[in-house]
């Protein structure tokens, strides 16, 4: 079960942090991942985070903007983003490794969560 929040209306340049609630035993030990997808477009990566945080990688198009974190304790994951660009404009969607290795590829991820709209207008 994945549970993602924190998407709403934002201005050009603004911020704001997206969290992803899952259970222990579907998390503890896995990558996490957030993707995106605009109206029109195929779902893309945005983000993925290791098991215990050692690895993170990002696209490009979002690499010094946005943050991943994740707190095992509480079984959450965090996409913090900052200056905030009309084309991240997105459905967000979290989801749940297949392993515990940090990966970009929708193949390698197994729990899909609803997703959370993300809407920058200027």
């Known amino acids: 079960q994945l549970q993602a929040s924190g998407g709403g209306l934002v201005q050009i340049g603004g911020s704001l942090r997206l969290s992803c609630v899952t259970s222990p035993r579907t998390s503890s030990n896995n990558a996490m991942g957030w993707f995106r997808q605009a109206p029109g477009k195929e779902r893309e990566f945005v983000g993925t985070i290791s098991w215990n945080a050692g690895a993170k990688y990002y696209a490009d198009s979002v690499k010094d903007r946005f943050t991943m974190s994740r707190d095992n304790a509480k079984n959450t994951v965090y996409l913090q983003m900052n200056s905030l660009k009309p084309e991240d404009t997105a459905v967000y969607y979290c989801?749940?490794?297949?392993?515990?290795?940090?990966?970009?590829?929708?193949?390698?991820?197994?729990?899909w969560g609803r997703g959370t709209q993300v809407t920058v207008s200027s």
């Open positions: 989801a749940v490794g297949r392993r515990s290795f940090a990966s970009a590829r929708t193949s390698d991820y197994v729990y």
